[in-house]
């Protein structure tokens, strides 16, 4: 693992972390929204984690998570029981991501990013589709061979409950 | 019709295209939730096509749309139906779109764009916005007299059925 | 006050003031949504307004608004009301922005925007975030001392009236 970057950056260098940012999280939302899971994968470095929690929780200080990935290994676990596992047994859904654009502070310990988003679903039988819910992403990114990775990929809920229980990452 | 763009492009000449992508989308979200038909229309290259799809009819392959406009004419007609003749028969509806960032591919063949989007309305009898759709954008673009102009906008929805008739282009 | 730009522009400054009205609009959403008041007062410039306004009363001339404030003062005493006045007498709730790209018009006078929002909501007893409303903004911005910030914030809402009351800055 590599970190490319050093302090003081200029205009250039942040518009080009900048512009990697966003194709990173356009690539995340895109794969999950695909259910194009091994390239979600792919895009985590080697020692990463995925939470998602809600903003309740965050700010009271508990640790309890919907999800507490914290390492690869339980990542690729995820994957297994979503494609091999639950598979069948769920209500499916298609997911649909919208973002909002990226705040991002770069230093030498790597990207941190806060990003809203909203996510839909649609399903099957029925009309239309819904939000799921909206939140924001606090990630933390770091370039593995010149190519931004999550280290951390947190999800905060803005609501303490979802509408239905979720199988696709957010 | 002239393609401005060779490949292989710098990093310069992507961002203006990029910059010029998203131009061209915000315009065509701003002309179509401003009802400004006539300024729609001139998104469109000579030669071009407007289709709005469901997923799921895309993933089985069946050619089976909402919308199927191939050619200008058509397009034209939709304009003549929307202000014309649907005007005063219709429930009506104020449309808003939210657009995510575009994943672009281009080469010598054109620009390929593929966006994720939402449109909410408001409607008048009713209290508050709600959502009629998400989906898909995947666009193909060309430099007409250095101007970004549809070839394709192909309007791919998430969910199989919309809550509601739609009147104006998604 | 002071004006920092002059026409004609080139793309080098125009990509700089899109950078910079993508900023001040981002950090307005995460300061509203994140209830950080001063922090949203500190992005209006000494002569400002805060106005919010339906559609329909835009498009029909009248000059009936939601909010209406139009001097520092007020938009000051706002915050006082939200902070000390409403503050445990509220149905309170967690607020998450959506934006789409701007449309930037510079000149001599300054810089006039126009960026389509929604805006959702989460509320503590209910399950899941829904959509408190979608719009317009059409705002004004000026240089002070090199930073940009609102001579005029117009929120226009595509909706004529609001599932529920609001508190927060939209």
Redesign the interface.
Known sequence: MTMTMDRPHG?VER??VE?QV?AL??RY??AV?GKRLDEWLSLFAAECSYVVIT?ENVERGLPLALVFDDSSDRIHDRVVYIEEVWKGHINDY?Q??????P?IVADDDGIRI?Q???V?I?E?S???????????YEDEVAFVDGEPRFREKRVIL??????RYFVYPL
Not at 126 to 136: K, N, Q, Y
């Open positions: 205009p518009h080009d512009r966003r999280q356009r939302a895109s929204d903003r298609r649909r991501h919208l973002l909002s654009d705040e806060r809203g988003f909203a839909y649609s099957p029925v009309a239309g589709s819904r939000l799921l819910t909206t939140g924001e803005d609501a303490d409950v979802l509408p």
